[in-house]
């Protein structure tokens, strides 16, 4: 079963917006945190964003105060809402469980910032 669906992804001008939505097995979005990761060429995978679910989040240094990420629980999905982009902010992004063990990732999503 294929628990992590990464979408919204694009290329966007430094200084612009991207929503990413990632729509997460019922299950494992009813009992995990849910983070949200990204991948730069020639760069190991690095945490964005955490949203636990009593509501605490959690962001890192790179991103705070521009990133969101936030639960639907209607549509059992985590959206990370970016703004103020930038070109550093380019690379894969793909969303797993907050803490591990992490379960199989998804193919993710390309997010391209030109300057």
């Known amino acids: 079963q294929v628990q992590f669906v990464e979408s919204g992804g694009g290329l966007v001008q430094a200084g612009g917006s991207l929503s990413l939505s990632c729509r997460v097995s019922?299950?494992?979005?009813?009992?995990?945190?849910i983070g949200w990761y990204r991948q730069a060429p020639g760069k190991q995978r690095e945490l964005v964003a955490q949203?636990?679910?009593?509501?605490?989040?959690y962001y890192a240094d790179s991103v705070k105060d521009r990133f969101a990420i936030s639960r639907d629980y209607a549509k059992s999905s985590v959206n990370l809402q970016m703004n103020s982009l930038r070109p550093e902010d380019t690379a894969v992004y793909y969303c797993?469980?907050?803490?591990?063990?992490?379960?199989?990732w998804g193919q993710g999503t390309q997010v391209t910032v030109s300057s």
């Open positions: 797993n469980k907050a803490v591990p063990p992490f379960t199989v």
């Open positions: 949203a636990f679910r009593g509501g605490r989040t």
């Open positions: 019922i299950s494992t979005f009813n009992s995990n945190a």
